[in-house]
């Protein structure tokens, strides 16, 4: 319960960083999973890959989409509960993407391409 309660301050970051960036997203899937992070952040991840696979989305969203990703990765590194959200939702969505995945190791930050880098192996 304490790696929970530490998380929630970053994870609360996080979500109004998401919330400022993809509001439409964000609504839809809080009204869909509710208060679980790891359902809202998998299916984050799985939108920001359909996104570049399907090309359907300007660089800009796209480029929000990897800054949040980004600003994740800085939480998890401090975090067990927040990486474990990281890795096991938004970058498994985007190592299962040949584009999204191509384009993610332009965009990432060196400390997100570790763990990404920790997915593929």
Same mark, same amino acid.
């Given at each position: ?8 301050? $970053?994870?609360? =970051? ?6 400022? %960036?993809?509001?439409?997203?964000? +609504? /839809? *899937? ?25 090309? $359907?989305?300007? =660089? ?6 990897? %800054?949040?990703?980004?600003?994740? +990765? /800085? *939480? ?46």
């Amino acid at each position: 319960m304490r790696n929970l309660k530490s998380a929630k301050p $970053r994870l609360t =970051k996080l979500s109004r960083l998401l919330k400022r %960036n993809f509001p439409d997203f964000y +609504a /839809e *899937a809080k009204f869909q999973v509710g208060d679980d992070d790891q359902s809202l952040y998998a299916r984050f991840g799985q939108y920001l890959a359909r996104s570049i696979e399907t090309a $359907r989305a300007p =660089k800009q969203k796209i480029n929000q989409g990897f %800054n949040v990703l980004n600003k994740m +990765a /800085e *939480a998890a590194n401090d975090d067990p509960y927040v990486r474990t959200v990281f890795v096991s939702g938004p970058l498994e969505a985007i190592v299962d993407a040949p584009r999204a995945l191509a384009y993610a190791r332009t965009k990432l930050s060196p400390v997100a391409q570790a763990y990404l880098d920790g997915l593929k192996e």
